[in-house]
């Protein structure tokens, strides 16, 4: 298995291709004064260096001395048409005349006047107020939440439960080298937050008015990420490099006066209540009793965090239950997947390894509703990990280094499923909880009790009865699997939608369901099982001074709308200590 640290190597085959795209890699810092943007250029896959300067020319109906310079904005590709995939762009360009080239392209919508697409942070603070904006965790949400607030100069105090990066990297290989779980530094706790044990992805379905995306996507860059998440339409960055960019995100953030305190965690909040009845945060208090005073806090757990959920209820913060996912990790030969997405282009050093995204509605039968199964948190080339953070408790996830080039694909396949189906598990907001650590503690003693995953072929899953012996593909989960039958790993209804959606997925991607592919158990934290509920000012609904964001708020799902979210609010919490501020505007 390949683990975080592992060292990848120097250069990247399946990432590079000199000979078609040094131009292009040459120029992905955007242009000074970029006037005009071309969209939907498409050229062959395989086509040489200069087709692109070319076709732009030829597109645009001028000569080669009017392009003055241009770069590219984004990368894609359809694959549609196996055998005949091509790449689209979109560019910013500089040419002489554009004024003329506008004018004589008025009615192509794919030449325009290139957008403004660089974030316009909140003016910084005149002085840092006291007392100190706290953010509470350090994953992606907190990190460009303390980053937001230390760049306005109002240095933040962020609270993290876990460990700095490289020793939770060294417990995290505990639980998989050795069946030992630390609580409070694992996957899903500690610098980084659960996305740096992850493929690194970096899109999201954000609607972006404000280039939130692209700050977050060049801060990453700027930390050492690979300059094509630019541009890249499915970017990515994976594990190893995730690892030395959270650190230096962090350096930069207290050298900007921020603060980062590991190993604190928040066991509880300090609420007045005021003559109306309106509740005011006025602090934190940690778990070894200490308290720090502030008005403003970021809380950014992250999914897993379910005492904080816990402590949340029992002050009256405003919870409500939401929808999730669960399932199983399952994996296929890597190369399956490629011939499958890209045919007889399978292997092509710009394509690299394939992935896949598939969706199946169920049909309502026997009184009951359908149900949607859907792939989730695609790993190319990847391994399946271990990722709990309690005790006694078999949780799954997915992991890939940038170069993608492990043995199998592997990819969640979940049912959704509603609030009410937490009636069994307990009343009110913390039954999604409940009913994930049910599963997950029976994953547990069906993985035979030490940590290990209870796992079955494909073929033996969809018939109902054990596995006993595995076949082609071998399991990439440590600290290992136990083979059994899933049937009895989740509740009827996800068994019967996910048994039910597998062949359809084999129509879309021949192969998928190859017997001997190989399901493991369980995957139930696809997203936080509630939410903590935020007003259009994007505070807490009943207790004024704290700030939910991020995905164990409910308001994100992946590294980059957490990001994302976490600017939002950083933003929203340095407008209102600019309006306290006795010579602000």
């Not at 094509?228 to 594990?239: D, M, N």
């Not at 379910?306 to 990790?329: C, N, Q, W």
């Not at 009865?465 to 790993?489: C, F, I, M, N």
């Not at 980059?560 to 939002?568: E, K, P, Q, T, Y």
Request: one cysteine or more; charged letters at 20%; hydrophobic letters at 40%.
């Amino acid at each position: 298995m390949s683990c975080a640290a592992a060292p990848e190597p120097a250069s990247n085959p399946a990432r590079l291709d000199s000979r078609a795209f040094a131009h292009e890699t040459a120029r992905i810092a955007p242009l000074r004064h970029p006037m005009l943007r071309l969209i939907n250029l498409r050229l062959p896959l395989d086509h040489p260096a200069d087709a692109l300067p070319a076709a732009i020319c030829a597109r645009l109906g001028i000569a080669r001395e009017a392009l003055r310079d241009f770069t590219v904005f984004r990368r894609g590709y359809d694959a549609r048409k196996r055998g005949a995939i091509t790449l689209i762009y979109t560019l910013d360009l500089d040419v002489a005349d554009e004024a003329v080239v506008l004018a004589r392209h008025a009615n192509d919508r794919d030449i325009q006047v290139a957008p403004d697409s660089d974030y316009h942070p909140v003016t910084p603070s005149h002085s840092q107020p006291e007392p100190r904006p706290i953010v509470i965790g350090f994953g992606p949400c907190g990190i460009f939440a303390a980053l937001i607030l230390a760049e306005a100069g109002l240095a933040p105090i962020v609270l993290e439960r876990g460990k700095a990066v490289r020793e939770r990297t060294k417990d995290t290989w505990g639980l998989w080298r050795t069946r030992n779980l630390h609580e409070e530094s694992n996957v899903q706790f500690g610098e980084g937050g659960a996305g740096t044990f992850s493929d690194g992805k970096l899109h999201s379905n954000v609607h972006d008015t404000r280039n939130y995306n692209r700050k977050v996507l060049r801060e990453f860059v700027a930390a050492g990420a690979p300059e094509e998440i630019l541009y890249v339409s499915k970017p990515h960055i994976g594990t190893f490099r995730l690892v030395s960019m959270v650190e230096k995100m962090r350096e930069r953030i207290t050298a900007l006066g921020g603060e980062i305190r590991f190993s604190q965690r928040v066991d509880d909040l300090l609420i007045e209540i005021d003559a109306q009845g309106d509740r005011h945060l006025r602090g934190i208090r940690l778990a070894d009793g200490s308290e720090l005073p502030s008005d403003h806090v970021i809380l950014a757990p992250g999914h897993s965090a379910r005492d904080t959920f816990a402590m949340l209820h029992a002050r009256g913060v405003y919870l409500e239950p939401k929808p999730f996912s669960i399932g199983f990790r399952i994996e296929h030969p890597q190369s399956l997947i490629d011939r499958a997405r890209f045919g007889p282009q399978a292997g092509h050093p710009i394509l690299g390894a394939a992935d896949y995204h598939l969706v199946h509605h169920g049909s309502a039968t026997h009184g009951s509703r359908g149900r949607s199964v859907y792939s989730f948190c695609m790993c190319p080339g990847g391994t399946v990990v271990a990722a709990t953070s309690e005790a006694g408790c078999v949780v799954t996830n997915g992991m890939s280094q940038y170069s993608r080039n492990e043995r199998n694909a592997n990819a969640a396949i979940v049912c959704d499923i509603t609030p009410a189906d937490y009636a069994a598990y307990g009343d009110g907001p913390l039954a999604g909880v409940a009913l994930q650590r049910h599963w997950e503690s029976h994953a547990f003693e069906m993985g035979g009790g030490d940590y290990s995953a209870p796992a079955q072929r494909v073929e033996d899953f969809l018939a109902g009865h054990a596995t006993t012996a595995l076949g082609e593909v071998t399991p990439s989960y440590q600290p290992g699997v136990r083979l059994t039958d899933l049937s009895a790993a989740l509740p009827d209804y996800a068994i019967q939608a996910i048994r039910a959606a597998i062949p359809v997925f084999a129509r879309q991607i021949r192969g998928y369901a190859l017997p001997d592919a190989v399901l493991t158990g369980v995957e139930t934290r696809t997203s936080s099982p509630l939410r903590i509920r935020r007003g259009d000012d994007l505070q807490s609904l009943n207790t004024q001074g704290l700030y939910p964001a991020g995905e164990g708020a409910g308001y994100a799902g992946g590294i980059l709308s957490a990001a994302v979210d976490g600017i939002r609010v950083a933003e929203a919490v340095a407008l209102s200590l600019r309006k306290v501020e006795p010579h602000a505007a």
